[in-house]
């Protein structure tokens, strides 16, 4: 009985070891490595998560952990210094390479017009930042730097917290979201099963006397308008072009419940306690904030985040750009600053 015992043990093992080595392959065909497309490390100055530096491959990093490439400090006369503050929307692990993403891309535009000057850039975002991180982000490690632009792309992460910590206040949760576990960091085939499994947990309408989160959509988006004006100008104390982007989801006005069901897929997984009605009314929301600091501050503000299109072509997931899509989303980016009159003297003329 025994030997039999451990030998089917021996055999869900083997099994298991065998799935966990096809996701592996799986993620190494899709992501060019076998291991999880993000690395990071505890920053002992901040506290911040920040990427691991000198990092190599289809995601590289400096020797500070910025996804862009090293930068002289300080920072050489005549150069002009872009940096971009954002979460994993700006980091672009979807994207095929640095070279892919949309903060680069938006580099070899000012390049092209700007043949005059001398350009660098850091991309100075991470998995998971809020509009706060990029605060401590920006007084700690950006700011320092003494960039001449910098470029602000937040909104989603803001509502998954502010929505979560509400939740908290609720007592709807013990947690406040999704929490990653111990075996989640280390097998890929537990991460994606765990996931599977909440998406489809909240894919379902929630069963009756189910507690829902009550909640103001505007209340959310005010909080995250004070904070984001906060940055905007400590961000303007530091560099004179200053631009705000509002934010790209996959989930659209005018969308059936099924096609805004599916474009918040994994949105719901992060945001458990909205529903895809709220979670587009949330980005709306929030969205309508970043256009009233622009005004407010002088930021330059970028829109047309609707121009992308809300497909797989484009879209990874709920949020996250693929190359296409990083393509257009630089095209709005660049667009605004070289319209901009800040900018336009800065690259001199």
């Not at 289809?58 to 002289?72: H, K, L, N, Q, W």
């Amino acid at each position: 009985m025994r030997s039999r015992i451990a030998l089917s043990g021996g055999a869900v093992l083997f099994g298991l070891l065998a799935l966990e080595g096809a996701v592996r392959v799986r993620h190494y065909a899709k992501h060019g490595t076998f291991v999880p497309i993000y690395a990071f490390q505890t920053d002992p100055v901040t506290g911040l998560r920040v990427p691991a530096p000198l990092q190599r491959g289809r995601i590289a990093t400096d020797s500070r952990g910025f996804r862009s490439p090293e930068v002289e400090e300080p920072k050489p006369e005549g150069r002009m210094r872009l940096a971009f503050l954002g979460g994993s929307t700006t980091y672009c692990a979807e994207a095929s390479s640095n070279e892919a993403t949309w903060p680069a891309l938006v580099v070899d535009a000012v390049r092209a017009a700007c043949p005059g000057r001398t350009v660098d850039w850091l991309n100075a975002s991470s998995a998971g930042y809020t509009v706060e991180s990029s605060r401590t982000n920006l007084r700690a490690r950006v700011g320092p730097l003494a960039p001449d632009v910098i470029v602000i792309y937040h909104a989603t992460n803001d509502l998954t917290r502010d929505s979560n910590d509400l939740a908290l206040e609720q007592g709807i949760t013990e947690t406040g979201g999704s929490q990653e576990d111990w075996l989640e960091r280390w097998s890929m085939l537990w991460e994606i099963a765990k996931k599977n499994f909440f998406l489809r947990q909240r894919a379902q309408s929630p069963a009756p006397g189910t507690k829902r989160l009550d909640v103001s959509i505007d209340g959310l988006a005010e909080g995250f308008e004070v904070r984001l004006e906060a940055l905007v100008r400590e961000a303007q104390a530091v560099a004179p072009v200053v631009a705000v982007a509002t934010f790209a989801h996959r989930a659209r006005t005018g969308m059936s419940g099924e096609e805004l069901r599916e474009a918040c897929e994994t949105a719901l997984f992060y945001i458990p306690f909205l529903d895809p009605e709220q979670i587009l009314a949330g980005i709306e929301a929030y969205n309508a904030a970043v256009r009233r600091v622009a005004e407010r501050t002088g930021a330059v503000l970028v829109g047309g985040e609707g121009d992308i299109p809300a497909d797989g072509v484009h879209f990874n997931d709920s949020v996250h750009l693929l190359d296409p899509g990083c393509r257009l989303q630089a095209e709005r980016v660049s667009a605004a600053l070289l319209s901009a009159p800040a900018f336009r003297e800065l690259c001199g003329g």
